[in-house]
């Protein structure tokens, strides 16, 4: 399993927002980490998130800690990611 790491791209399995992909921001604690679609892209807001809530893919951007959502957006097009998080994942529940 990836590791959970800033730039590290996952799907969200919970929620409004389950089967969107986002970018870990920040990490707050053990069990919470930012997140951020950004919204522009795909319609995820910046906001906390429980790591049970996420399903962190092989994917991965360079970005800073804390950065903010223009400068995510700018490194998803740099690496051409910006297609991947557009994509939706349909989530099966067990």
């Excluded at 807001?45 to 700018?74: C, F, G, M, W, Y």
């Amino acid at each position: 399993m990836p590791a959970i790491e800033n730039g590290r791209i996952c799907v969200k399995t919970a929620g409004r927002e389950a089967g969107r992909k986002c970018v870990i921001v920040d990490l707050i604690d053990q069990n919470v980490v930012l997140v951020t679609g950004p919204k522009e892209l795909n319609g995820v807001k910046r906001r906390r998130a429980s790591i049970r809530h996420i399903e962190p893919t092989s994917d991965n951007i360079d970005i800073d800690r804390n950065a903010t959502d223009e400068a995510v957006l700018q490194a998803l097009e740099a690496a051409g990611k910006t297609d991947l998080m557009k994509d939706r994942v349909k989530i099966v529940l067990p």
